[in-house]
Every structure is written in C-alpha cells, then in structure tokens.
Nanobody
Framework: QVHLVESGGGWVQPGGSLRLSCEGAGGTLSGYAVGWFRQGPGKEREFVAA???????ATADDLGGRFTISRNNATNTVDLQMSSLKADDTAVYYC????????????????WGQGTQVTVSS
C-alpha cells in the first residue's frame, strides 16, 4: 500500500511558477507510473501529466509545454514543475500511481493522494 502525499501548492500570480511534489509514504514509487491530475472549480478532473517507471512521459496536449513532470527514485518523489501559470490553471492538483503509463493516463490508478490547492490570481 502506497500513501501519496502532495505538497507545494499555494497562491501565485499569473505568469508565475510553482513546483508540486508527490511523495510516496509507506512504499516505493519506483515500480509505478505516477501521474498528476487536476480539478478546477466546477470542472471534471482532468489528466495533466504522467511518468512511467522507465521514465516515459505523457503530457496533456493543451498545456503548451508549460508543465514538466520528473521523478527522483532516491527521494521517492514525482514532481510537477509548472510555469507561465494562468488563471485557468487554478485547481486542486492530485497525484496518482498505477501499474503502467497507459493505465495512469486512462485514470486506472491504484492510489490517489488527497490533493493540493493551486490558485493563480492577481
């Protein structure tokens, strides 16, 4: 059983950057694909990015290359670097882990975190 804990959320002005981190507590993330999802106000949860155990990456098409996902097996974390943030990026961001990159991008995840709030406003 892997317990996922997100951190790094907060308030940022438009155009700013934030780095979210997802830590695996109680188990290693190294054998899992890990993804980030978000749910904005009044919106459905949507896929943001995912990274496989072999470091293959998938990213949502409409992010314009502003978000980068990475993993560090030594620290048991998967980070999401977000730049050029817009008001539309305001959401609760969740990390999730699954067996393969395809499963995670399809939201077929075994574990979910509780989420961290990101607010982009002036």
């Amino acid at each position: 059983q892997v317990h996922l804990v997100e951190s790094g959320g907060g308030w940022v002005q438009p155009g700013g950057s934030l780095r979210l981190s997802c830590e695996g507590a109680g188990g290693t993330l190294s054998g899992y694909a890990v993804g980030w999802f978000r749910q904005g106000p009044g919106k459905e949860r949507e896929f943001v990015a995912a990274i496989g155990a072999s470091r293959g990456v998938a990213t949502a098409d409409d992010l314009g290359g502003r978000f980068t996902i990475s993993r560090n097996n030594a620290t048991n974390t998967v980070d999401l670097q977000m730049s050029s943030l817009k008001a539309d990026d305001t959401a609760v961001y969740y990390c999730a882990a699954g067996s393969t990159l395809s499963h995670v991008t399809a939201r077929e995840c075994d574990f979910w975190g509780q989420g961290t709030q990101v607010t982009v406003s002036s």
